[in-house]
């Protein structure tokens, strides 16, 4: 994983937990089979993959209201 990825999607989820989360959630996603929503290269991780379709926005976080 690259620290610039990292750093530029902590820029737009803002809790480090949260983020982790759905970074590992997606790569769970790409590993069973889901295809990436960019264009990828070969030297690129499952984690990789994820930081970027968060930081390009292709990847949200929807809050759900509270009961």
């Known amino acids: 994983m690259k620290s610039e990825l990292l750093d530029k999607a902590a820029e737009i989820v803002l809790d480090p937990l949260v983020l982790i989360n759905l970074v590992s959630q997606r790569v769970r996603q790409l590993n069973s089979g889901r295809s990436p929503l ?13 930081l970027t379709e968060i930081i390009e926005g292709k990847i949200r976080l929807i809050e759900k209201p509270a009961l």
């Open 38 to 50: 960019i264009p990828t290269r070969p030297s690129m991780g499952a984690a990789d993959i994820a």
